[in-house]
């Protein structure tokens, strides 16, 4: 069994910076796209920023130029570094593991979620 467990969440005050952590673990022979999701209070969950295993990035254009995603393929894991934070930047964020091949199958994981609270 895979399991993505984020860290790194906090009440963090409007233009400071906070750095998101996600950890896979278990049977993982590769993982394709890691990616960040948020959900605030009341609105659907929306994509944040996705990096392939190669590299390559994309982010919403709410973050662009302020969130920076990254990742450790050796570890099984993967970052955000979250820098000039608005109060609009507050929600839960979710790691999401896609194209986990364990051996046996290929599928998607989610993490539990972490709150990230910007106060202005």
């Known amino acids: 069994q895979v399991q993505l467990v984020e860290s790194g969440g906090g009440l963090v005050q409007a233009g400071g910076s906070l750095r998101l952590s996600c950890a896979a673990s278990?049977?993982?022979?590769?993982?394709?796209?890691m990616s960040w999701y948020r959900q605030a209070p009341g609105k659907q969950r929306e994509l944040v920023a996705v990096?392939?295993?190669?590299?390559?990035?994309n982010y919403a254009e709410s973050v662009k130029g302020r969130f920076t995603i990254s990742r450790d393929n050796a570890k099984n894991s993967v970052y955000l570094q979250m820098n000039r934070l608005k109060p609009e930047d507050t929600a839960v964020y979710y790691c999401?593991?896609?194209?986990?091949?364990?051996?046996?199958?290929?599928?998607?994981?989610w993490g539990q979620g972490t709150q990230v609270t910007v106060s202005s």
């Open positions: 999401k593991a896609a194209g986990v091949y364990s051996g046996q199958q290929i599928r998607d994981y």
């Open positions: 278990g049977s993982i022979f590769s993982i394709n796209i």
């Open positions: 990096i392939t295993r190669g590299g390559t990035t």
